[in-house]
């Protein structure tokens, strides 16, 4: 009856979901991470679509990242499917963080990016979100000179954002019985960020 259990009980490790909304210092915060943990083992760090791209070069399917988005549907859910678990295999042996999004802009509406065959697949123990004020992250997205999407344009629909990426994050989590943990990256401090991430594999 509840199959995420099973996956759990032969873990040796955690696995743990990071994500947030562009803007937030998410990068900056898992730098911070990576650099040692303070509080105790740092875990093996993945970038999911880094995963999906492998497995496409392997089968053939693209020769370059650009190339993912435009393969048929039915190969990107297949490529998700076998990233998650991939991933969660990992999660056998070891500590795992996925550095992931949970909600996907395009022109075509918002698209889950932790829709129920990947979550089933990864069963992540615990979501992570790491925030910060809408202020902060729109003056963060103004000054990316690399960003070429213009959406939330204003605090007020970067917060509205936000509280739509905490309602996807929480509606993943229902599916596997995993926690949601709200991360605030403190401007100026990502290592406390980077340490309260590091605590969730240690509890």
């Known amino acids: 009856m509840y199959p995420f259990l099973s996956v ?26 990576r650099e040692g943990g303070r509080l105790g083992t740092v875990p093996s760090i993945y970038n999911f679509g880094d995963v999906m791209l492998r497995l496409a070069l392997e089968k053939g399917w693209v020769e370059h990242r650009d190339q993912l988005r435009k393969l048929p549907l039915e190969r990107q859910l297949a ?14 042996d070891e500590n795992v ?16 990016g932790l829709p129920q065959w990947v979550v089933e697949g990864l069963v992540p123990d615990v979501i992570v979100l790491i925030e910060a004020p809408p202020e902060v992250t729109l003056k963060h997205r103004q000054a990316d000179l690399h ?32 926690a949601v943990q709200i991360v605030q990256n403190v401007e100026g401090n990502p290592s406390a960020a980077a340490d309260a991430i590091v605590k969730l594999f240690s509890t």
Request: zero cysteines; glycine letters at 6%.
């Open 97 to 112: 963080l996925v550095d992931t999004h949970v909600l996907v802009p395009t022109r075509s509406g918002l698209w889950p």
């Open 79 to 92: 490529l998700q499917s076998s990233a998650a678990e991939s991933l969660a295999s990992k999660a056998r």
């Open 8 to 33: 759990r009980s032969v873990r040796k490790g955690k696995l743990v979901v990071v994500a947030g909304v562009n803007g937030v210092g998410k990068s900056t915060v898992l730098a911070k991470l």
């Open 147 to 178: 960003r070429e999407r213009r959406d939330q344009e204003t605090p007020e629909e970067v917060k509205r954002f936000m509280e739509m990426n905490r309602a996807a994050a929480f509606a993943s989590a229902v599916l596997v019985g995993a």
